[in-house]
């Protein structure tokens, strides 16, 4: 089984300035990784992914999250964020090669950009 | 190729009554996951469904709740009775055969009980 834990709610941040959103996990077995984000009132966007390979990941709208095997960690940043990436952001784990098995979501973190 | 569809994406129901959610996935997709999202909390996992067969309902309220997906249609989350603790935002994702990793989610349905 696995769980994540996303150790911020609500992350303000001023605009251009860097964000980092943190997003750690414990599994049994190895693990997919994935950040999703959640504009008001709508269904959920893959941001990016970390199946194999490079622990750095590069997503869209400028993200990009590192995998940490030996922390159990995957943090999500933006070196400048704008107005538009207010937004509810959720980490999410999946067990490598179970499958189809559903995701394990973190409980989100919001992240408010301010002017 | 269409997304991930999901019908009514609002709907208000009074204590006692049914509620419906439907859920088309993407084209080429055999495999449906409901999640429900409750207000300041993430994703829980509800059911997750072949076509014709239930494989996981562990996240599944023990009464009330029930789901399917038939050979033809969409999958159907089914809420009986409905409680002022069902209101939630009801996610349907779906992902094609042996890729769980690649889960296409739809827009939701938000459950308001009155």
């Known amino acids: 089984a696995q769980s994540v834990t996303q150790l911020d709610s609500q992350v303000p941040v001023f605009e251009e300035a860097p964000v980092e959103l943190r997003c750690n996990y414990s599994?049994?077995?190895?693990?997919?990784l994935f950040w999703y984000v959640q504009y008001p009132n709508q269904g959920l966007q893959l941001l990016l992914k970390?199946?194999?390979?490079?622990?750095l990941v590069k997503g869209i709208n400028g993200f990009e999250a590192e995998f940490n095997k030996s922390q159990t960690s995957f943090h999500l940043r933006k070196p400048s964020v704008h107005i538009s990436d207010t937004a509810e952001y959720f980490c999410?784990?999946?067990?490598?090669?179970?499958?189809?098995?559903?995701?394990?979501f973190g409980k989100g973190t919001r992240l408010s950009v301010i002017a | 190729n269409a997304g991930v569809m999901q019908n009514p994406r609002h709907l208000v129901r009074r204590r006692g009554q049914e509620a419906r959610l439907r859920c088309s996935p993407m084209?080429?997709?055999?495999?449906v996951y409901w999640y429900r999202q409750l207000p300041e909390e993430g994703l829980k996992f509800m059911v997750y469904l072949q076509k014709e067969n239930i494989i996981d309902e562990s996240g599944m309220p023990k009464e009330r709740f029930s789901a399917e997906f038939p050979k033809e249609g969409p999958s159907i989350l089914r809420i009986q009775q409905v409680v002022r603790g069902d209101s939630a935002a009801y996610f349907c994702a779906s992902s094609p055969p042996g890729n769980s990793y690649e889960q296409y989610f739809g827009p939701g349905t938000r459950l308001t009980v009155t």
């Open positions: 599994s049994s077995v190895s693990v997919y």
């Open positions: 999410a784990v999946n067990g490598r090669n179970s499958g189809n098995t559903p995701l394990v």
């Open positions: 084209k080429g997709h055999s495999h």
């Open positions: 970390y199946l194999s390979g490079s622990t």
